[in-house]
């Protein structure tokens, strides 16, 4: 019998904010332990949490990127649970009332029909981070510096149906939270933790099996290496005649294995109760529209967009598209050109060369996007070669100002008198004898060798449709 995975993700964001979510403690990595803490964070008697405004907002904002429904009432609730890194006793959450539901992302994926696929998203809902527990040879400790930092729990629908679409389901939505100013999703730093639930069912069937949790992938490589494991164990044991049961297990990077770490619990084994502590969410209107505001073209769309809108190929688009801050630039020095392309080549070759080379950032240029333009329109027009260019790009890289003034100014106008190529082109079949005479003989390769000379000795000025055409019409007479 042929069986399928069903697999959805629960991804833990930690939000992009200064302070944490219920305090003024800095949001910060690297400290030393239990430094950014307060009686709020320890969970400590009497002290009374206030909601972070900006880690409200960044939940609606991933609201509106996803294309949730924003529900205009949501609350927070207690989970109730008992382990060293919660101080508590406790996860302020939210449960059946989250701050944002529905939505769906759309990412590319060789394996969708047209290379498309979508998850929807189940909910994106907001809550605390808990402390870090450490072990060591003899103890373990723990650290409650990241204890109550906003955190982002977003919740697909079992969409996902092998390793590899939910490997590029994870990078999509990423993308997606960088761009929109959520997190910098730094792995590294813990600022992104994913869990998965995966079960198998015989193919064509739409009843789910029983689902089992995979814990501790500290990267979205580790849960594709989990879930390759995962699903052939699983397929393996219901083929056998096996019973599955609902449980979390462990990834064992290392070893490449999960292993059983407890029964899965279900939500009244948390004893879910609503903060006493906290009120109501309830967004106005104009708050709302202050969130809206801040949504930005997703990774996805823009790619698409520079396809559709300025005939980019898809791996030149791909590039413009990560790199939001070159993708700016290319589109205000696009806008108005006749040849986009060739914008875009500059753009993503010759710039990015020089920022490489220089260590500077877009932010940094001297010329304008105008400039850009300009300089495509002259090698377009036939006014100067693309050797030519090249002097005049690294001229505006360095000081600014105009591509047509820099080659009136230094003359670096293309020479399209034939007569003087002519004499060019009789000087140097002269002093090159055997590429000559290979052409002459059928080599049609040597004609290139040639034409590079003619340039050389043009100084990049000579016109090289007209510098190809007199060569071969000399070494042929």
């Not at 050389?456 to 000025?461: E, Q």
């Not at 000579?462 to 019409?473: D, F, S």
Request: hydrophobic share 40%; proline share 6%; charged share 25%.
């Amino acid at each position: 019998m042929e069986y399928e995975a069903v697999i959805g993700l629960e991804t833990h964001v930690q939000l992009k904010t200064r302070s944490k979510m219920w305090c003024g403690c800095a949001n910060a990595f690297g400290s030393d332990p239990n430094t950014n803490v307060c009686p709020v964070c320890l969970g400590l008697p009497g002290v009374l949490p206030v909601a972070n405004e900006e880690a409200l907002k960044l939940t609606v904002l991933t609201g509106y990127l996803l294309g949730c429904e924003i529900p205009r009432h949501a609350k927070f609730d207690r989970k109730n649970y008992f382990y060293p890194d919660s101080a508590k006793n406790y996860q302020v959450t939210q449960y059946d009332r989250p701050s944002t539901q529905g939505g769906r992302l759309e990412f590319e994926f060789k394996d969708a029909p047209g290379g498309i696929a979508c998850v929807r998203i189940t909910r994106a809902h907001l809550e605390e981070d808990v402390g870090k527990n450490s072990h060591f040879d003899r103890h373990s400790g723990v650290d409650f510096n990241r204890a109550g930092v906003p955190l982002l729990e977003i919740v697909s629908e079992p969409d996902i149906s092998s390793a590899d679409m939910a490997y590029a389901y994870l990078n999509a939505l990423r993308d997606v939270l960088v761009r929109g100013g959520i997190s910098d999703c730094d792995m590294e730093k813990g600022m992104v933790r994913c869990d998965v639930n995966i079960s198998v069912r015989p193919k064509g069937e739409t009843t789910l099996g029983a689902k089992i949790e995979i814990k501790n992938m500290n990267s979205f490589s580790g849960a594709r290496r989990a879930l390759e494991h995962e699903i052939p164990r699983q397929v393996a044991a219901v083929s056998r005649g096996e019973k599955l049961r609902q449980e979390t297990r462990r990834w064992d990077d290392v070893a490449g294995i999960t292993e059983p770490m407890r029964s899965k619990e279900d939500a009244h084994d948390y004893r879910y109760l609503p903060e006493p502590d906290l009120m109501p969410f309830e967004p106005t209107d104009g708050w709302l529209a202050e969130v809206r505001a801040r949504v930005q073209e997703l990774p996805l769309a823009r790619k698409q967009r520079f396809i559709r809108e300025h005939g980019l190929p898809p791996g030149v688009a791909e590039v413009l598209k990560d790199n939001v801050a070159l993708g700016d630039l290319f589109e205000a020095a696009a806008t108005g050109s006749a040849n986009p392309k060739a914008v875009a080549n500059w753009v993503i070759n010759d710039l990015s060369a020089k920022l490489a080379g220089s260590s500077t950032t877009v932010a940094d240029i001297k010329f304008t996007p105008a400039a850009l333009r300009e300089l495509v329109a002259l090698v377009d027009s036939g006014k100067i070669s693309h050797p030519i260019a090249q002097q005049v790009f690294s001229d505006l890289f360095a000081d600014g100002g105009s591509p047509a003034a820099i080659v009136e100014q230094k003359g670096l106008a293309q020479m399209s008198d034939s007569g003087a190529i002519e004499r060019m082109a009789d000087e140097v079949i002269a002093a090159n004898p055997g590429p000559a005479a290979d052409f002459r003989a059928g080599k049609a390769a040597a004609l290139n060798f040639l034409k590079g000379q003619l340039m050389k000795l043009s100084k990049g000025k000579a016109n090289p449709g007209i510098a190809g055409e007199v060569l071969e019409r000399r070494l042929r007479a």
